[in-house]
């Protein structure tokens, strides 16, 4: 049974950093995309940062570039979202998320950030 772990979030001033983890146990099928997601009241779910793995590339939101970097770890199997200079409306639930060559796709639980003075 596959399980994705969130860890990381909580409160963090505005202008402070959070760093994100996330490590997948059980197996996974030729896993093609890592990345983390987030939902904020009230709104849909949006795609903040993923690595595209055969690709060796990444995407992220445009509110996310020059403030997050996300980062793999593939002997590990983690995938971590370092977030800086973080601003209220980035407060969410944070999910991790990944999808596998067969087309499957799984989901964390969430981490809640809340950015906030």
């Known amino acids: 049974q596959v399980q994705l772990v969130e860890s990381g979030g909580g409160l963090v001033q505005p202008g402070g950093s959070l760093r994100l983890s996330c490590a997948a146990s059980g197996t996974i099928f030729r896993i093609t995309v890592m990345g983390w997601y987030r939902q904020a009241p009230g709104k849909e779910r949006e795609l903040v940062a993923a690595i595209i793995i055969d690709r060796g590339r990444t995407n992220y939101a445009d509110s996310a570039k020059g403030r997050f970097t996300i980062f793999r770890d593939s002997a590990k199997n983690t995938v971590d979202l370092q977030m800086t200079n973080l601003k209220p409306e980035d407060t969410a639930v944070y999910y991790c998320?990944?999808?596998?060559?067969?087309?499957?796709?799984?989901w964390g639980q969430g981490t809640q950030v809340t950015v906030s003075s």
């Open positions: 998320n990944v999808r596998a060559d067969v087309g499957a796709v799984y």
